[in-house]
């Protein structure tokens, strides 16, 4: 699930004290995941771009900073896993990542993931002077940083041995304390590029995130085209997507939302993280823990 996820554009600050219980619900429901949206300025549905499941955000909706929330969360909760949907690798420099990403491990009893992207939203970069460089520097480092951050969660304390990039020299990747996730945190990569982001996946990710429709099982044969030249097994990977979990005012949409669930997993897809629509109101997760979990637990 991602917080926020409204479609109204209300303050987000006077609802946050009552959106406290949401962990400790969130946990309750057996709901699998909190993830928060991984860009500083925007809503989760923007940054996804999937204009067909999630309502859309902008540089002017509401989102608390991702890390900080996951942290509380992660102090609130003991069963749910904690990720990034997703880092912006152009925002962030990789030992700072591995270091942020460890100390939610750390801190949350091995509950985090690494949720990374290539970043695609170009308008909040410039708006907020963040680097955006051309997409193919963008991929370069987002392959970089997650070879470095495998580097920093190698061993007990890292490995030593200098890594030297084309965009990042690191002297000394040593990571103290280390991840209690072993070998490391489970690595999620966000995208559906065939040539090169499931390339990434295959080659170094626990799961990939996709966007929902119908062109999913060809994404997922490519996928599985990339593992068998990577030498990679293709069902050890996770194969994820995002949505929305629009239950409806009074759940009213939990037939249509069961029914999509449904379609997704006929397609191949194993998880979904979905925004909540009105979920600082606490009652669509109550429905959701009631009625569509366990009407979708055996899919």
């Given at each position: 699930?991602?917080?926020?996820?409204?479609?109204?554009?209300?303050?987000?600050?006077?609802?946050?004290?009552?959106?406290?219980?949401?962990?400790?619900?969130?946990?309750?429901?057996?709901?699998?995941?909190?993830?928060?949206?991984?860009?500083?300025t925007i809503s989760a549905g923007r940054s996804a771009r999937c204009s067909r499941a999630i309502p859309p955000g902008g540089p002017e909706r509401e989102v608390l900073s991702c890390y900080p929330t996951l942290t509380y969360l992660a102090a609130h909760t003991s069963r749910i896993k904690l990720l990034a949907l997703a880092t912006a690798a152009p925002y962030w420099h990789p030992v700072l990542l591995a270091k942020t990403v460890t100390t939610l491990d750390v801190l949350s009893g091995g509950?985090?993931?690494?949720?990374?992207?290539?970043?695609?939203?170009?308008?909040?970069?410039?708006?907020?002077?963040?680097?955006?460089?051309?997409?193919?520097?963008?991929?370069?480092?987002?392959?970089?940083?997650?070879?470095?951050?495998?580097?920093?969660?190698?061993?007990?304390?890292?490995?030593?041995?200098?890594?030297?990039?084309?965009?990042?020299?690191?002297?000394?990747?040593?990571?103290?304390?280390?991840?209690?996730?072993?070998?490391?945190?489970?690595?999620?990569?966000?995208?559906?590029?065939?040539?090169?982001?499931?390339?990434?996946?295959?080659?170094?990710?626990?799961?990939?995130?996709?966007?929902?429709?119908?062109?999913?099982?060809?994404?997922?044969?490519?996928?599985?085209?990339?593992?068998?030249?990577?030498?990679?097994?293709?069902?050890?990977?996770?194969?994820?997507?995002?949505?929305?979990?629009?239950?409806?005012?009074?759940?009213?949409?939990?037939?249509?939302?069961?029914?999509?669930?449904?379609?997704?997993?006929?397609?191949?897809?194993?998880?979904?993280?979905?925004?909540?629509?009105?979920?600082?109101?606490?009652?669509?997760?109550?429905?959701?823990?009631?009625?569509?979990?366990?009407?979708?637990?055996?899919?």
């Amino acid at each position: 699930m991602i917080l926020p996820g409204r479609e109204e554009r209300v303050s987000l600050a006077p609802h946050w004290s009552r959106s406290r219980r949401l962990p400790t619900r969130g946990d309750l429901i057996g709901s699998g995941r909190w993830t928060m949206c991984g860009n500083p300025t925007i809503s989760a549905g923007r940054s996804a771009r999937c204009s067909r499941a999630i309502p859309p955000g902008g540089p002017e909706r509401e989102v608390l900073s991702c890390y900080p929330t996951l942290t509380y969360l992660a102090a609130h909760t003991s069963r749910i896993k904690l990720l990034a949907l997703a880092t912006a690798a152009p925002y962030w420099h990789p030992v700072l990542l591995a270091k942020t990403v460890t100390t939610l491990d750390v801190l949350s009893g091995g509950r985090a993931w690494l949720g990374i992207g290539v970043g695609d939203y170009e308008e909040e970069a410039h708006g907020s002077g963040l680097p955006f460089p051309p997409l193919q520097e963008r991929y370069e480092r987002l392959e970089e940083m997650l070879q470095i951050c495998l580097r920093m969660w190698h061993g007990e304390q890292g490995d030593a041995r200098p890594f030297e990039g084309k965009h990042y020299r690191i002297a000394h990747p040593l990571n103290l304390p280390q991840s209690l996730t072993r070998p490391h945190p489970p690595i999620l990569i966000a995208g559906s590029g065939e040539q090169k982001t499931l390339r990434l996946v295959a080659r170094y990710a626990d799961a990939c995130n996709l966007r929902p429709g119908p062109e999913i099982p060809k994404k997922l044969e490519v996928l599985r085209q990339h593992c068998e030249a990577e030498g990679r097994d293709y069902d050890v990977i996770e194969k994820t997507c995002m949505f929305a979990f629009d239950v409806g005012e009074d759940g009213s949409k939990v037939g249509e939302l069961i029914g999509q669930l449904r379609w997704l997993a006929g397609m191949g897809i194993q998880t979904v993280l979905g925004v909540v629509p009105h979920v600082y109101r606490i009652t669509p997760l109550e429905i959701i823990g009631r009625e569509v979990i366990p009407a979708v637990a055996d899919l």
